[in-house]
């Protein structure tokens, strides 16, 4: 696990900044600065990238407004701590086209008069799955090392004046590389359900079984193979 100051030394190191920051909340120096100035920011479309599952809430919304418009049947709160609104949690795990439940984000006039943020639905009672913005903790080390790259991509022609060596595009590199296994590591520390099959591989199983059993007329006619 690394903690945020972890992460900012990192980066620093990544570009070759041998001064460490003492604090990430209590520094002044112009290495702390300049991670103060990318640090929040960096983190945010990290965490956007991906459904990583220590960010990720479950939590039912709050209606706002019945028929908010001439499209939605509801508008419910968009949640407070939200980052990134992922989607309505369905009756399955994987979701197809078939049980993907829409929505939109938008803004309305509340009672008081004042515009909120929504999440427009024809959905009652939804639960919403999303990114949390919170960012008070330590971050898992695969997390921290892609975070600290993407990091160090953005401070590097600050610290070191005009970028001279390219480093910068050298962090894009390490930081696409660390992206992946972060994610990967991710992905292992659950277990899904197969996706459901597409129409057309459920149409190809039972053209293959027909053809087999010599009666592709009788279960595709008109020469249909799509249900």
Partial sequence: MASKTEVWNMALSHIGVATNVG???NSDTPAALACGAFSDRSLNELKRRH??????VFETLALVEECPNKIYSFAYAYPKDC??????????RN?????????ARGRVLNAS?????????????????????DDSRDYVDDFALAWSFRLAYFIAPRLTKGDPFKRQQAMLN????????AITMDNRERQIDPYPKSKYERARVRFGRANIAGEVGVLFPNNSVIS
Wanted: aromatic share 14%.
């Fill in 23 to 25: 604090s990430a909340t």
């Fill in 83 to 92: 980052l990134f609104f992922r989607k309505i949690l369905s009756e399955v």
């Fill in 174 to 181: 390490n930081f696409r590389v660390e992206l992946s296994n």
């Fill in 51 to 56: 459904q990583w599952q220590p960010f990720t």
């Fill in 113 to 133: 008069g004042t515009r909120v943020d929504v999440i427009f639905t024809d959905h009652a009672e939804p639960v919403g799955v999303f990114t949390e913005k």
């Fill in 95 to 103: 979701d197809d086209e078939s049980t993907r439940i829409p929505f």
